[in-house]
């Protein structure tokens, strides 16, 4: 509450959301952007727009969520999902060997 | 009775329990939309080639929907950050915004949805394919009496007799968008009155149409009825249940922290959802 914060320590905090918010929609730019550029293979697509969308979550679990200085027991939760999490994806893009004949990958 | 830790965190934990209990249903959140995820994946590269669409959905209404919830989640995170500072009216303000640019939001989905809606995939007697926005139907269009018209917005493509790039160049027309032929046939749009007796059947691109069309519509409905109820939740906090910050202010900036970690994993989904159905 505001006696064990003042406002001026939040105001940092304050500060620090905006930032991430400014981040976040160059973040949807990019990836507006990048979807447009022509990679030699549609999977070079698929990984940037990827890879800046892990970006844009990491900013918004990291910071609005507090994820980066949050209590071991949060963290021991988010370990155990996230495991499960890459498993289900992995097991996923692992089973591939099951997909019928004549799939084409693209 | 009083429910225990709602301010006070556990010594066991270091947090109210309202926090652990948040978190542990965001965790099942991300294996039910991890299935999803997954699913999409299987299907994706399931599908049959050229079949998959590319260009379906409207990337500047996507775009300005991701911006709308981006929005959404600084003004929640503001509003929570007001009752830290102990500004009550700051924090009534940002979740007035929250809720309106929730709706904002929903509106627009529904556009989309609406688009799709009134988007028909006609298959006709003479095996060609006529696709395109309905325009009108008469008021006597009947398929089983074969009576009437419906005229569409869109084109003609013809998928009889032909194969390997040939097939791959007309399927294109319809399935990808971003090809030449795609906009290329999205050029050439006209109105195209169709009678019901050269109809062999027909239907508007809802969940019913392809794989992509299910996986699209359920996904983006689950995420909708999340903006749907944590909005619901918000606007509760907002209204009547701000009560709370006369008697109880520390609880009532719990529950405000507690409703916006749900409400910034929806736009976290979103994060993903948007390049994978709009972009890729």
Not at chain 1, 3 to 22: I, K
Request: some cysteine; charged content about 15%.
């Amino acid at each position: 509450m505001s006696d064990a914060h003042s406002t001026a320590d939040f105001m940092h905090h304050v500060r620090r959301y905006l930032l991430v918010f400014v981040a976040l929609l160059i973040g949807t730019i990019i990836t507006v952007w990048a979807s447009y550029i022509p990679f030699h293979h549609r999977a070079v697509n698929i990984g940037v727009a990827l890879l800046i969308a892990s970006c844009k979550a990491f900013l918004v679990a990291g910071f609005f969520m507090h994820l980066i200085s949050e209590r071991k027991m949060i963290y021991c939760i988010m370990a155990f999902t996230a495991f499960f999490f890459v498993g289900l994806m992995g097991l996923t893009l692992w089973a591939m060997g099951d997909f019928p004949f004549q799939t084409v990958f693209h | 009775m009083d429910i225990p830790y709602t301010v006070q965190p556990r010594q066991d934990t270091g947090l109210y329990n309202a926090k652990v209990g948040i978190w542990l249903f965001l965790a099942s959140e991300v294996m039910l939309f991890g299935a999803l995820f997954s699913s999409y994946i299987l299907l994706r590269v399931g599908a049959a080639p050229g079949y998959w669409p590319h260009g379906w959905l409207n990337i500047p209404v996507g775009t300005a929907n991701t911006v709308v919830l981006i929005t959404s989640s600084i003004t929640t995170v503001m509003a929570w950050a007001s009752c830290k500072m102990n500004q009550f009216g700051k924090f009534k303000f940002y979740h007035a915004c929250t809720i309106l640019l929730a709706l904002t939001f929903v509106g627009i989905k529904s556009y989309e949805y609406h688009d799709k809606f009134t988007h028909y995939s006609i298959k006709l007697a003479d095996g060609k394919m006529a696709d395109g926005h309905l325009v009108k139907k008469s008021s006597d269009f009947s398929l089983e009496q074969k009576t009437g018209a419906i005229v569409i917005h869109g084109h003609e493509v013809d998928l009889n007799n032909k194969q390997g790039e040939e097939l791959q160049k007309e399927l294109n027309k319809v399935y990808d968008l971003h090809s030449p032929e795609g906009k290329a046939a999205e050029h050439e749009h006209k109105e195209l009155e169709i009678p019901a007796a050269q109809i062999a059947s027909m239907e508007t691109y809802g969940p019913w149409h392809n794989t992509y069309t299910a996986i699209y519509f359920t996904l983006t409905g689950l995420h909708a009825l999340h903006v749907i109820g944590g909005a619901i939740v918000i606007g509760f906090l907002w209204g009547p249940g701000s009560k709370l910050w006369k008697t109880d202010p520390e609880r009532f900036t719990n529950r405000i922290e507690i409703s916006g970690l749900f409400w910034h994993f929806v736009d976290l989904v979103w994060i993903f959802l948007f390049p994978v159905l709009y972009l890729l």
